[in-house]
Every structure is written in C-alpha cells, then in structure tokens.
C-alpha cells in the first residue's frame, strides 16, 4: 500500500462564521469550535455548528458546562437518539451512556478501542456521536479519527467505480470473539459481552448483531452528498458474494488505507471537553494506555438512516 502525504488535495480550513470560531486541529480534518457554551445557542449558532462538523468531520468544544441533561438537549438538535447496542444509560437519563474505567482496572481491551464506525452491524447505524469527558487521565486515553470520505476521495478513479459496486458485512463478530477470549466478564460494556463466554447460546439480542446487515461500501452523505468508505478494521468482515479468502486481502488494504497518518487527527481529552464526530464521515479509536488513572465520560448517539 503507498502511503499517501498531504498534496493539497484537500482542505481543513476553516470557513468564517458569525456565530462561532472554528480553528482546524490536523491537515485532514478535526477542528476545534470556539467562542460558545454549546448548552445555550440559539438556531444560527447550531447551522454554524452542524456545518462546521459536516466540514470537519470532528469538532470539540473546550470549558464546557454540560449537564446530563444540557448535553441530551444538545444532542436532541441533531435529530432522534439511536439505539445503543451496548449501555443502557444512567438513571434518569436513559440516552446518556456511561464510559467509565476506574483507576484500579485492568484490561486487554477497553470499549472503543480498535479503528471503528459506531455500531454499523444495525440495519440503521447512528449518525452522530457526542462524548463528554468528566473525569480525564493527566496523560493517555486520547481518542484518534480517521477521515474515511478523504480516504476515498484520494483512491484512483478504477478503484472508487469497483468499490461503488460492493456491499460490506457489519457485524459483531470479532469483537465478541476477542472479548470472550481476553476479558473478565464484569459490568461494562466490554465486560457484559465476555460474559457470554461460558453461558450457552448467544442471547438473540447479540447473536443478531453477530449476524449484523450488509451496507453500501461507498455511502453518500444525505446532507453534504460527499462519498466515503464505510468500512473499518472493527466491524467490518466480508463483502457480500465473495468468498473470505477474497474479501480478506481487500478488507487489509481499506482499513490500512483510511487510517494512514495523513488522514487522521487526535484529541488530548481535558475535563469539561466535549466532542462529535459523523461516524457517515470518519473512523475512530480510543487507546488503552491509561491504567492507573481514572477516566468517566458519557455519550450521547444519534439515529441514522439506512446507509445509501
């Protein structure tokens, strides 16, 4: 695979609004948004912001005072909350997903972790996903993304046409199969789907999202119409009518392809930092390199539509 630098081909820079400052973060997409306290704008300042995250496809706000409830509100202006495939939220506040690792866990795998779209085994995958950091490590636990509508725009013409063509396989898969084999069943995401290892057929709620759906390859935004690859080393896991030993080469270059340097950015959670990201538009991660410290974030996720 080459390895593709930065021509300028493309451009993060920000535009000028009235309403709000965006100052870009990388080359190839993220931005910070400055100037507002995200839980009292008023409509044109959120056409700025919805704007500014279609162009970016991550933004973050830094300083902001969020509760439960502001940051449900918030989310609410981007459309209905989706379906959470793994948390069930907090106590009055059952779309506000909790992320939480306390300081004396340890684990070979932490939720989130593993370049990945958001839940795309749904038939309808969410659209938008916001996450508030409370609690952050002085060091680690920071979250990169990936530019996948930028991967497909730097692709040979040949190669978008045949890619155009293709349906993927989203499923849970490999994710159930590397839980149940290093993590201790326990209360978190992560943990609750390890526990299946020893109890027996597969719930159906899981074994559905094992079985996951088939969506376009190539997926065109509803609102910007800009293309990019839906695709990622997670969840990804076949091509419908290939066979595997087919499907695996091609799936190796699409994931080494979207998370290439020159396409991704990275954020240094502070507290009070919030964060969203068109999981239409970008991949991400989360790093497991924070043991010892505690980190507490929640999560909010926005309904989608049927990929297309």
């Known amino acids: 695979m080459s390895i593709i630098h930065p021509t300028g081909k493309f451009d993060n820079g920000a535009k000028e ?26 409509d044109a300042t959120f056409a700025e912001i919805e704007d500014a995250l279609f162009r970016h496809k991550m933004i973050y706000f830094r300083d902001q005072e969020m509760t439960h409830g502001d940051q449900e509100v918030f989310s609410r202006r981007f459309g209905p909350f989706a379906e959470d495939a793994y948390t069930k939220g907090i106590e009055g506040h059952v779309n506000v ?18 370049w990945h779209t958001d839940s795309p085994f749904l038939a309808q995958p969410p659209a938008i996903s916001l996450l508030y950091g409370v609690d952050v490590p002085p060091y680690g636990g920071d979250t990169q993304w990936a530019n996948s509508a930028l991967a497909y725009r730097m692709l040979s013409d040949k190669m978008q046409a045949i890619l155009e063509t293709l349906n993927v396989h989203m499923s849970m898969k490999n994710v159930l199969a590397t839980a149940q084999q290093s993590v201790a069943p326990d209360d978190s995401p992560i943990g609750r789907i390890a526990a299946t290892r020893d109890a027996g ?108």
């Open 17 to 42: 609004y009235r309403h709000i400052e965006a100052v870009p973060l990388a080359a190839a997409m993220g931005a910070e948004i400055r100037g507002v306290q995200a839980a009292a704008i008023d």
């Open 97 to 114: 997903q909790p992320l939480i690792k306390e300081a004396d866990v340890t684990s070979a795998m932490v939720f989130g972790s593993g």
């Open 201 to 308: 057929p597969l719930p159906e709620e899981i074994a559905k999202k094992v079985r996951g759906n088939y969506h376009p390859l190539v997926r065109t935004h509803p609102k910007s119409r800009e293309k990019a690859l839906y695709c990622d080393k997670t969840y990804a896991v076949g091509f419908e009518g290939m066979y595997d030993d087919e499907a695996r080469p091609l799936l190796q270059f699409l994931g080494d392809h979207i998370t290439q340097p020159a396409f991704t950015c990275r954020l240094r959670w502070k507290p009070k930092t919030l964060a969203l990201w068109d999981n239409r538009l970008c991949v991400h991660q989360a790093f497991n390199d924070y043991d010892g410290f505690r980190r507490e974030l929640y999560r909010t996720t926005i309904a989608g539509e049927t990929p297309g």
